[in-house]
């Protein structure tokens, strides 16, 4: 079976900086993207960042210049730096992944489940 197992979060007040990080882990044959989204209080789930496993990378607008999203594949990770962060980033942050797994090698979209951050004024 493969997860993805988030960790990081945690408080922090206006323009601080934190790091989340999720590991991938089983029966992995090849990662392909990896990314972030997150979720606030009452709204939708929200696409922030993604990187393919060739290095591609994209933002939201909402974080380009202040989020940077690497990985290491060597470690099955994919990391999100968070800067300058402002009380709307305050969410439950998920990663996700498309990853071929198991016997057949099946590609299958993984979520993992979830840390919270939250940024005080």
């Known amino acids: 079976q493969v997860q993805l197992v988030e960790s990081g979060g945690g408080l922090l007040q206006l323009g601080g900086s934190l790091r989340l990080s999720c590991a991938a882990s089983g029966s992995i044959c090849s990662i392909n993207n990896m990314g972030w989204h997150r979720q606030a209080p009452g709204k939708q789930r929200e696409w922030v960042a993604h990187i393919f496993n060739v290095g591609s990378i994209d933002y939201a607008d909402s974080v380009k210049g202040r989020f940077t999203i690497s990985r290491d594949n060597a470690k099955n990770t994919v990391y999100l730096q968070m800067n300058s962060l402002k009380p709307e980033d305050t969410a439950v942050y998920f990663c996700?992944?498309?990853?071929?797994?198991?016997?057949?090698?099946?590609?299958?979209?993984?979520w993992g489940q979830g840390t919270q951050v939250t940024v005080s004024s």
């Open positions: 996700d992944a498309q990853i071929s797994s198991g016997r057949y090698a099946a590609l299958r979209h993984f």
